[in-house]
Nanobody
Framework: QVHLVESGGGLVQAGGSLRLSCAAS???????MGWYRQAPGKQRELVAS???????NYAGSVKGRFTISRDNARNTVYLQMNSLKPEDTAVYSC?????????WGQGTQVTVSS
């Protein structure tokens, strides 16, 4: 069983920055972790992911603006979001998969005003 808790969302003006955090508890070994987002009326999409070894993957729309990182000792993953755009507005959720079971955080709202 894994419990994911996100923090760091909020309201920011276009061009601003936010940093999201996701702390995982309940398992001493978590491999890949990722951030997904879902905007109203749209499908959920992968924003970025990172393996335990630090390999990263980004959606094309955020590459160069967002940076995912992790602290394995704390089982925490971060998403630094810079140069935010109104189209980045969404609920951002943390995700991991452990032994074939998907785990999701409760989600945190990010709103970017123009």
């Amino acid at each position: 069983q894994v419990h994911l808790v996100e923090s760091g969302g909020g309201l920011v003006q276009a061009g601003g920055s936010l940093r999201l955090s996701c702390a995982a508890s309940g398992s001493i070994f978590i491999n890949a972790m990722g951030w997904y987002r879902q905007a109203p009326g749209k499908q959920r999409e992968l924003v970025a992911s990172i393996t335990r070894g630090g390999s990263t993957n980004y959606a094309g729309s955020v590459k160069g603006r967002f940076t995912i990182s992790r602290d394995n000792a704390r089982n925490t993953v971060y998403l630094q979001m810079n140069s935010l755009k109104p189209e980045d507005t969404a609920v951002y959720s943390c995700h991991t998969n452990l032994f074939g079971t998907d785990y999701w955080g409760q989600g945190t709202q990010v709103t970017v005003s123009s």
